[in-house]
């Protein structure tokens, strides 16, 4: 058998895969701002000193975690409409599986980049008069999304592979590009090895850009 | 104007501060020392309610800080404190350091805040420094920050805990002086350092605690130069600082 990589062309591109890398960055990145949303305010609810805020954000939080996403996204897919008596399809479906999956993860990266800063910290904001709220707002949160923006960017990275799981509920992301691709010129081997380059390279990218953010988030070594 | 009165607290079984009483006036100098552990950093803690109390009562003016009901924040916004490891903020400049809090707790404009800002920038000889970060700057020029940022509030009190401990040798120098300044201009203040020299030259009082207890509470005249008066483990404390 040899391969035949005849079919990479433009057309390829703006026929199959154009429209699932779409669908697999919007995923991305929707994912990505709700779970930063609501994984700030459960990292939060864990950190309460009140046990009947921080025990439900903890269970939610560990069983996220514990649960393969494959599971959940088709566990989402099939409950959902029993409930509501109507499928809500599968990109809508998995904008929703993904969000509130990534904010587990999202909530205990956050929670130690809160944990992470001096108590002194805390106590030098209350003792100027800030509020709570505004202890959180001014002072804690912005420091602990600077530490951990390097973490929550290789989870975004992770998240964009994980992606390709909608394949479970057949949503259409850039991975379906390929396969479908591969299907009609049928070439699947190639099209899948061409998949293997094309998530690498993406994810290889980003990583290095990560790794160039690592090193200028931090605060110029400010006293440890 | 601080009138601290039977104030205990324990962290379980193990008690911080036993019954503690004393008063401070108005343009006091206090200076607080004793062995480490003793509860000195909890007891100015309680002041501004960093620190909770189970029993006893603090009155800083006419505010009930032992009240539950007694807005809290609104206290602390008028009680500077400067802690010993500086505390800024790190992600922000000098003198967003300054103003966050005046404006968002004071109501000031951001105009009148960086104003006021750069007065007291000035007063601590740090004016020049206005637009670095916390991590550009040496110890010593970061506590002064620290203080020029408790004042920015107008503070009727200014509580500094250990101030000069984490700095090197050097740097103790330039934030004593700053302290001095203060205190020359009628600043109420209550010092927990082991500064003995600043305690001698500067403070009109010096309370003395061991074991969470208030041990010695007089004149600081009386208390370096008449030491027979003082109690065995004062005196105790006061050779072991002094011979070095």
């Known amino acids: 058998m040899s391969l035949d990589l005849h079919f990479y062309s433009w057309s390829l591109v703006t026929d199959y895969l154009f429209r699932g890398f779409v669908f697999s960055l919007k995923l991305t990145l929707t994912a990505t701002f709700f779970g930063t949303v609501i994984g700030t305010f459960l990292a939060l609810a864990r950190l309460s000193k009140k046990t009947y805020i921080s025990h439900p954000a903890a269970a939610v ?65 209350q003792a100027l008069g800030l509020s709570n709220a505004q202890v ?72 290095r850009i990560v790794q160039e953010l690592k090193s200028r988030v931090s605060f110029n070594g400010s006293e440890a | 104007m601080i009138k601290i009165k039977d104030v205990s607290k324990s962290y379980g079984s193990f008690p911080v501060l036993k019954s503690c009483t004393t008063s401070v006036g108005k343009g006091d100098v206090v200076v607080i020392c004793g062995p480490s552990g003793s509860g000195k950093s909890t007891l100015i803690k309680t002041i501004n309610a960093l620190e909770p109390i189970q029993s006893g009562e603090i009155w800083v003016g006419d505010t009930p800080v032992h009240d539950t009901r007694t807005d809290i924040t609104k206290l602390r916004a008028h009680v500077g404190m400067v802690f010993q490891n500086f505390e800024l903020f790190p992600h922000l400049s000098v003198m967003d350091n300054l103003t966050l809090a005046q404006i968002k707790v004071l109501g000031r404009t951001s105009d009148e805040a960086s104003k006021r800002g750069l007065k007291y920038l000035e007063r601590v000889g740090m004016a020049a420094h206005q637009h670095k970060f916390p991590s550009q700057l040496s110890g010593g020029q970061q506590q002064r920050v620290a203080i020029a940022r408790a004042l920015c509030m107008d503070p009727v009190v200014m509580l500094f805990d250990e101030p000069t401990s984490a700095l090197d040798p050097e740097m103790v120098g330039e934030v004593l002086d700053v302290m001095t300044t203060l205190a020359s201009e009628g600043m109420t203040m209550l010092c927990v350092t082991h500064e003995m020299g600043f305690a001698r030259r500067v403070s009109n009082r010096v309370i003395f605690m061991d074991h969470g207890a208030i041990i010695e509470d007089c004149s600081s005249k009386d208390f370096f130069a008449k030491s027979e008066e003082r109690s065995p483990r004062a005196r105790d404390f006061l050779a072991k600082i002094l011979s070095h």
């Open chain 1, 136 to 207: 959180l707002r001014y002072v804690i949160l912005p420091q602990a999304f600077r530490q951990t923006i390097p973490i929550l960017l290789t989870q975004v990275i992770v998240l964009f592979q994980d992606s390709s799981l909608v394949y479970a509920i057949g949503a259409y992301d850039w991975l379906k590009g390929f396969e479908i691709a591969g299907k009609n010129y049928g070439r699947p081997v190639e099209a899948y090895l061409l998949a293997a380059i094309s998530y690498f390279t993406m994810c290889f990218i980003l990583s």
């Open chain 1, 61 to 125: 939080i560990n069983t996220m975690r514990a649960v393969p996403l494959v599971m959940l996204i088709l566990w989402f897919y099939l409950l959902v409409p029993l409930f509501i008596g109507r499928s809500i399809g599968a990109e809508l479906s998995a904008y929703i599986t993904f969000s509130i999956f990534e904010s587990a993860f999202f909530a205990e990266i956050i929670r130690s980049g809160i944990q992470s800063l001096p108590r002194g910290q805390t106590q030098a904001a």
